[in-house]
T-cell receptor, first 114, second 112 residues
Framework: NAGVTQTPKFRVLKTGQSMTLLCAQDMNHEYMYWYRQDPGMGLRLIHYSVGEGTTAKGEVPDGYNVSRLKKQNFLLGLESAAPSQTSVYFC?????????????FGPGTRLTVT | DAKTTQPTSMDCAEGRAANLPCNHSTISGNEYVYWYRQIHSQGPQYIIHGLKNNETNEMASLIITEDRKSSTLILPHATLRDTAVYYCIVRSANQAGTALIFGKGTTLSVSS
């Protein structure tokens, strides 16, 4: 099993450009999450999905959109990138967290917006 | 979720046991204690979790006090690869779709 993979690993954008981050998991997990991590801060939840075709907002959703068209994939979109979105983005997945399952994280995508 | 308190940093000699404490004095009855770690530049990694009994797996042991107000993560034979930030997280089982709340954690430095 590859676990959770993220594409791309690194990206530099100019202000106003758009891009999509792809997360894929091969563990048949129902739940998927997008977090961002900034220096000196913990992870903050952007959006999450409880199943194929569903998405919900997390703690810091502004400026991002997501889609979960297939169970194994969770896409994070930035329509008009801003320097404040420079961060490391982590995707995670889990079985139903109501059953106390752990979250599995991907390796991260380092995004710089200039 | 109950708040957790961890020391900012700890040092450990390679081959020795690393004991990482966590205080969670406001934990409620249905909240579990989870431990994750994040090695530099990598995604967080699940280590272990428990409710009230001590737990052990291939990575570590988790000791929870009888009153559940604190716990200790034990890495029995620390290696250089265990150098990481360790996060203690308290979370209810009934939180569908909610984030894990990662605080500042404890930076463990293992040296030879």
């Amino acid at each position: 099993n590859a676990g959770v993979t993220q594409t791309p690993k690194f990206r530099v954008l100019k202000t106003g450009q758009s891009m999509t981050l792809l997360c894929a998991q091969d563990m048949n997990h129902e739940y998927m999450y997008w977090y961002r991590q900034d220096p000196g801060m913990g992870l903050r939840l952007i959006h999450y999905s409880v199943g194929e075709g569903t998405t919900a907002k997390g703690e810091v959703p502004d400026g991002y959109n997501v889609s979960r068209l297939k169970k194994q994939n969770f896409l994070l979109g930035l329509e008009s990138a801003a320097p404040s979105q420079t961060s490391v983005y982590f995707c995670a997945s889990s079985r139903d967290p109501r059953s106390v399952y752990e979250q599995y994280f991907g390796p991260g995508t380092r995004l710089t917006v200039t | 979720d109950a708040k957790t308190t961890q020391p900012t940093s700890m040092d450990c000699a390679e081959g020795r046991a690393a004991n990482l404490p966590c205080n969670h004095s406001t934990i409620s009855g249905n909240e579990y204690v989870y431990w994750y770690r994040q090695i530099h530049s990598q995604g967080p990694q699940y280590i272990i979790h428990g409710l009230k009994n001590n737990e052990t797996n291939e990575m570590a042991s988790l000791i929870i006090t009888e009153d559940r107000k604190s716990s200790t993560l034990i890495l029995p034979h620390a290696t250089l690869r265990d150098t990481a930030v360790y996060y203690c997280i308290v979370r209810s089982a009934n939180q569908a779709g909610t984030a894990l709340i990662f605080g500042k954690g404890t930076t463990l430095s293992v040296s030879s």
